[in-house]
């Protein structure tokens, strides 16, 4: 394994120990692929995903011409909100895993923001 994919797991692994969701907080977990961004909010204590929204949604699959840049990050941010308002779910924790917060990450917490949830 390369050094840079261990330094990423340990990054990952010492974000992911400081944050757990709970049922009235649940985490608002962010994977970025190399051609699609996903999301997923989810209950820790009970082990369920409340709500999911990534580019390969049905609501944002035709709607975005790449899905790998800010654009589609905010759309994805705007639909998991949306998503979390309509379960009721408004205070999430953020879980960026290991990447920096910074670009796509940066745009989808701030549209999700934005958009209704609080963290």
């Known amino acids: 394994m390369k050094d840079s994919n261990k330094r990423f797991d340990y990054r990952v692994k010492r974000v992911r120990s400081k944050i757990n969701g709970t049922h009235d907080k649940p985490r608002l977990s962010v994977y970025r692929g190399h051609k699609h961004i996903y999301a997923q909010i989810i209950d820790d204590s009970r082990g369920v995903t409340l709500a999911s929204a990534s580019t390969l949604s049905p609501e ?12 589609a990050a ?21 879980d960026r895993r290991g990447y920096e917060y910074t670009g796509k990450i940066k745009a989808l917490a701030d549209t999700a923001r934005e958009s209704g949830l609080e963290f």
């Open 60 to 71: 944002l699959k035709g709607k975005l011409e790449i899905n790998d840049t800010v654009e």
């Open 74 to 94: 905010k759309s994805v941010g705007g639909l998991i909100a949306k998503k979390a308002v309509e379960k009721g779910v408004k205070k999430v924790v953020f």
